[in-house]
């Protein structure tokens, strides 16, 4: 055993003062935790007293996350070119979290005591990071929604095993050098640390990214189960932790009575085959659902709902964003692929469907749903009117996030600066992108790209140069597209549709092969828009394959290294 830690032998009074201390630890370090949100007021409060000496903008929600950031104004020094140390380290560190350990005690009892109950203190606001609720005190302190403090939930949930890992690990060799391990191994404290332990690594193991991308319905039954089951086994583990659970339980009755609240039943539904492997879902939304008070007359675009089957009410669906606008369209439309995950019960049922000998002729049946939501980063999205440039990305299925978005901006500009708007879509097959046609008007149609991957034998491409090459398949897996990133295996084949495509709309533009990032990224940034916005004010949204999104940032960074201010979303789950 490594110096200078030592088992000490303490008096009655000793003891009690070893027990006041680590009772102290626990409640610093859950405390700590809120001198962080606490900080994240900081940026909000200076920019209310130390109004911004730029030219005046519209209102609008800014703030930096995992998945958004936005960057610091151009200088306006003449040797602009040296761009500020912190810029560059901003893009390079974002999405980095970091941790610093507590120092040493002697007592070695002492520090694999106050592992444990360090561990515990952090389990409530565990608990607080997975509630989706707009009523929770983290996303209102920091303003971020609940899929972008998803990540600081697992790094959390990580540091929480690392500090339970060492409060066993050091307990069984105290056991094993006190020769105590055949007596205390069936005493109650030790069975139920033993039963604690085993759910944390089974919850970490089963939480690792390979596991969820795998067998994503696996990791979700065992996430719930054991958030569940280690409450009452810790709370039995030892008295000194229990304030700890019996707040955790509280936030986590709190986390389940919302999701109940929030749940809405659908009676009908509309489940309809599209093309290949593509479904798409339509929701009635009756006049309630609209009204003022409700959250769909509330909604942004870009956000997105979770799905559940009445007659599958214990299976909870991967999240879907909504393709168009609700308060315009009066429903909600969703497009699905179909892949071998929890999707594939949505494609049984229209399956069957079309195979039926009484709708055998028919692609679409209706069925009930329950719906929760929305949610979404769209709600804490800056005034995107104030940019001078506009740029929205999408590959595949990612179009359901980018849509909404162009449509809105699309409705908030007016014609003759509709141009600083930029839509690239990229899909396999234009009867991908058929779906969307509906949705646009001929200004929305004429402002948009889309580039063919694979030519499609039912449509026509319009507009494409001549002479450009198709890229390989492979360079960009759209297995992973879109939100249901977490089903990427196995695609589902379903019954083509018999009728021959529909003629594309007049004045698209599509291009044979992949978008080319770094030409369209350059001409984004090279325009000089003639208009009473800044220049070099540029905000960037993506939504598709992971290859797509790191590309296109690593030919943003080139411009944000230069000193350019960018305001970047790329939407993703990672779960």
Request: glycine share 6%; proline share 7%; with cysteine.
């Amino acid at each position: 055993m490594p110096l200078p830690y030592g088992f000490i032998s303490l008096d009655e009074s000793q003891l009690q003062r070893r027990r006041h201390l680590l009772d102290f630890y626990g409640q610093a370090a859950q405390l700590s935790a809120f001198l962080v949100l606490l900080a994240f007021q900081l940026p909000f409060v200076l920019a209310f007293l130390l109004p911004s000496r730029s030219s005046p903008q519209k209102p609008g929600k800014e703030h930096a996350s995992p998945i958004v950031s936005r960057f610091g104004e151009q200088s306006t020094d003449a040797n602009h070119d040296r761009v500020p140390v912190w810029r560059r380290l901003n893009w390079v560190l974002d999405q980095h979290l970091r941790l610093e350990a507590n120092g040493p005690s002697w007592d070695y009892l002492h520090l694999t005591k106050r592992f444990g109950i360090i561990g515990a203190s952090q389990l409530p606001l565990h608990y607080l990071l997975a509630l989706k609720s707009s009523w929770s005190p983290i996303t209102y302190l920091t303003r971020l929604s609940h899929e972008e403090l998803n990540p600081y939930h697992r790094a959390l949930g990580r540091i929480i095993l690392l500090f339970v890992s060492l409060h066993a690990s050091f307990y069984l060799n105290f056991f094993i050098q006190k020769s105590l391990l055949t007596k205390r191994i069936r005493d109650p404290d030790v069975i139920l640390g033993l039963l604690a332990i085993t759910t944390f690594l089974t919850v970490g193991t089963t939480a690792l990214a390979w596991v969820r991308k795998k067998n994503y319905f696996l990791f979700f039954v065992i996430h719930v189960a054991t958030s569940i089951f280690i409450l009452p086994v810790l709370y039995f583990h030892v008295s000194h932790l229990r304030i700890y659970i019996l707040e955790s339980a509280i936030i986590y009755i709190i986390l389940i009575a919302q999701r109940n609240i929030s749940v809405r039943t659908i009676p009908n539904a509309k489940l309809t085959h599209l093309s290949n492997n593509l479904l798409s879902i339509t929701i009635p939304l009756p006049p309630s659902y609209l009204s003022s008070n409700n959250k769909f007359k509330k909604s942004h675009p870009g956000q997105h709902i979770y799905l559940s089957l009445p007659s599958h009410s214990h299976l909870r669906l991967n999240p879907f964003t909504i393709a168009n606008l609700p308060q315009k369209d009066n429903h909600i439309r969703l497009i699905i692929r179909s892949l071998n995950g929890t999707t594939r019960i949505l494609s049984d049922i229209i399956t069957s469907s079309l195979t039926s000998p009484n709708t055998a002729s028919l692609k679409t049946t209706t069925i009930p749903l329950k719906i929760e939501g929305p949610y979404g980063s769209a709600a804490t999205f800056p005034d995107l009117t104030t940019y001078s440039r506009i740029l929205l990305v999408a590959g595949g299925v990612g179009a359901t996030f980018t849509i909404p978005i162009y449509r809105h901006l699309l409705n908030l500009h007016p014609p003759n600066r509709q141009s600083k708007i930029q839509f690239i879509w990229s899909v396999k097959s234009l009867e991908d992108a058929a779906w969307a046609f509906p949705y646009l008007d001929q200004h929305a149609i004429k402002g948009m790209e889309i580039y063919i991957s694979k030519k499609s034998s039912g449509s026509k491409q319009v507009d494409s140069p001549l002479g450009s090459q198709e890229k390989s398949e492979e360079e960009h897996d759209e297995g992973g597209e879109g939100i249901e990133l977490q089903e990427r295996e196995g695609l589902l084949s379903l019954p083509s549709s018999s009728s021959a495509s529909s003629p594309p709309p007049q004045n698209l533009t599509t291009h044979p092969g992949r978008p080319d990032l770094a030409a369209i990224v350059n001409e984004t940034f090279s325009s000089q828009p003639n208009d009473t916005h800044p220049p070099n004010k540029i905000a960037i949204l993506v939504c598709g394959p992971a290859g797509m999104g790191a590309a296109l940032r690593r030919e943003v960074g080139v411009w944000v290294r230069t000193g350019r201010e960018v305001w970047w979303h790329n939407e993703e789950f990672g779960w």
